[in-house]
């Protein structure tokens, strides 16, 4: 008696938790209103395969079972069915009404054949002589889907993903790893217990932008949906906007490494060519190549064959494998070459080098600029072209007279304007139009000069009329690095220790997203609150890598504790919700 009682209650509980849950999707699972009409379709796409469907098996053939769906919404194919029979009723405990019959699943079903009456399905799990006659329908629980935007512009993927959560129907879970291969997807959605895996790809095209939603059982790893929807240039920047460009961000740290080695510069790219990205870090003239897991897993390194410093790295694609090159300038005396490097699989090899030449990798290719006889700068700024398997010179990039390689950034307005991002020498920024005339310069002083170097004092001959110049200006600096992320442009703020005076140290920094509007810059906070201070960072996909060193580059705390307290710390942040 005690057993029928537990069973009926057990039977109470999960017919109220399957109606507060049908309600729920019933009554949820529509985007607001005035959701861009692209990112509803993909919502409509994926909404459609748990519609509150049910209906009864009314033959099987083998595998093959032919089903009367209820009225109401229809059956699709790709959709899957849990099949049920019906046991004994139960009743109110109070009441003595009756209120439902204890449910027993049989099995699944995944329809082959969704169009008219009957519709026809194929059996999953169950079988045959105890699906005959069973009722079924799709699950009313929210549904638990692994998120996967991969490249795709976080903005699009952040306006997605919270159509998805704010529909009440879906339960996400973001994927850790933004992979490329929606294989993989499906067996990481298994482990992380979801029911389907989401993939968005992303591919821009002349003034428009295609978005693809995959969608794959977590169960057996089975494709069911793709669907691909378009979005033309004027709408990516009103979701943009909407998603809260210029709100306030807390950083909030994904997770962090402490290097076990002096670093000074970082980049990122996918060496290997498998669609995930590598860290590179430089140090002297060492690069070291890491893959992100858990920790960082060492892929190699390997020595300039200069004895210098390398003062900028980058990576770029040059050849159509998916893989990318290393890029690095380095400085021994007042010498200065560039070099590339590629990674074979067992190795790094150098492909290319540039005498006497600065690089910088761009949203528009690669840039180059001459060194000035081992003192600086020289001329205009051009482009790097990668032909007969070396980079050679190439056309000039268009900008105002006095402007050098790490100087500026392109941005562009809303309504089609272009203008450049300038740092001055004192550390402030100005925009500047086509024309060449300032119409914005920040308020204050970002910082700006990632290094300076000593010019040659000694003219070069045939040069002696021109030394005092040289002498007189006595630095050449290279600046902070400016990274260009969907249409605004990051820029590092370092906060001194003491106002104004750096000679003792930073207290903490922070990353400042700028956005020209057609007018003026609008300038928002992107990563707050970082400790100590920023010494380089790079994003790779929707994350931002932040690399940073203690205040007056000492960790007190591993000081009492007997550790070495020159540490340097690697952080990770996310681009989402940004």
């Known amino acids: 008696m005690r057993k029928a009682s537990v069973l009926i209650f057990c039977a109470i509980i999960l017919a109220s938790l399957l109606s507060v849950a049908s309600r729920e999707a019933d009554g949820e699972e529509a985007p607001k209103p005035g959701a861009p009409p692209p990112l509803t379709a993909l919502f409509d796409e994926l909404s459609s395969y748990f519609r509150p469907v ?19 919404p229809s059956a699709r194919t790709g959709m899957r069915f849990t099949a049920f029979k019906e046991g004994v009723s139960f009743t109110h405990p109070v ?7 204890v449910e027993a699943p049989v099995g699944t079903v995944e329809v082959t054949v969704g ?34 935007q991969g490249a795709t512009p976080w903005h699009l993927g952040d306006a997605y993903f919270q159509m998805l959560k704010e529909s009440g129907r879906f339960d996400l879970i973001e994927a850790g790893e933004q992979t490329g291969d929606l294989s993989k997807l499906a067996v990481l959605a298994k482990e992380k217990g979801a029911d389907v895996a989401l993939a968005l ?27 691909k929807v378009s979005l033309d240039s004027a709408l990516i920047r009103q979701i943009k906007q909407q998603r809260g460009g210029f709100a306030r961000s807390e950083g909030e740290i994904l997770f962090s490494y402490t290097l076990p080695f002096r670093a000074r510069m970082i980049a990122a790219g996918d060496i290997e060519g498998i669609g995930a990205s590598h860290i590179i870090l430089a140090a002297g003239n060492t690069v070291r190549v890491y893959k992100t897991t858990v920790d960082l897993f060492p892929l190699g390194e390997f020595k300039l064959p200069s004895g210098g410093d390398i003062i900028w790295i980058g990576t770029a694609q040059l050849e159509k494998d998916g893989r990318e090159v290393i890029l690095a300038t380095s400085l021994e005396g007042q010498k200065l070459t560039s070099y590339a490097y590629s990674f074979t699989g067992s190795g790094f090899i150098m492909i290319s080098k540039l005498d006497d030449t600065f690089l910088r990798v761009t949203e528009k290719g690669i840039v180059g600029q001459e060194h000035f006889h081992k003192r600086g700068y020289d001329g205009p700024v051009f482009f790097v072209e990668y032909r007969e398997g070396a980079l050679k010179k190439g056309t000039p990039v268009p900008l105002p007279p006095g402007i050098n390689i790490y100087d500026f950034q392109s941005l ?31 308020p204050e002083s970002y910082g700006g000069v990632n290094q300076s170097f000593s010019r040659d004092p000694q003219p070069a001959p045939g040069e002696e009329a021109i030394a005092k110049v040289v002498v007189d200006r006595g630095k050449w600096t290279l600046k902070d690095r400016m990274v260009f992320l969907d249409g605004e442009v990051l820029v590092p703020r370092r906060i001194p220790i003491l106002g104004v005076a750096k000679g003792l140290g930073y207290k903490s920094s922070e990353i400042r997203g700028l956005l ?12 707050q609150d970082i400790n100590g201070e920023l010494l380089d960072y790079t994003v790779a996909g929707d994350k931002v890598f932040v690399m940073t060193r203690p205040i007056m580059g000492v960790e007190t705390k591993k000081i009492l504790k007997g550790e070495n307290p020159f540490i340097l710390s690697l952080s990770v942040y996310s681009t989402r919700g940004r």
């Open 201 to 227: 790809q992303s591919e821009e095209l002349k003034g428009q932008t295609d978005l693809t939603q995959r969608l794959y059982w977590a169960k057996d790893s089975n494709p069911f949906s793709e669907k």
């Open 54 to 72: 049910t209906g009864k098996i009314v033959g099987v053939d083998g595998t093959l079972v032919r089903i009367e769906t209820d009225p109401g």
């Open 412 to 442: 562009t307005s809303p309504d089609g304007r272009e203008a450049l991002l300038v740092w001055e020498e004192n550390g402030q920024l100005s925009l500047y139009n086509r024309q060449g005339v300032r119409i914005w310069m920040s």
């Open 516 to 527: 020209y509007n057609g007018i003026s810059v609008e300038d928002r906070p992107f990563i």
């Open 95 to 101: 009441t003595r009404e009756p209120i439902g019959k």
């Open 115 to 148: 169009e008219g009456q009957p519709v026809t399905g194929t059996i999953l799990t169950g079988s045959a002589e105890n699906l005959m006659g069973a009722k079924v329908r799709v699950t009313a629980t929210r549904i638990k889907v692994l998120f996967s």
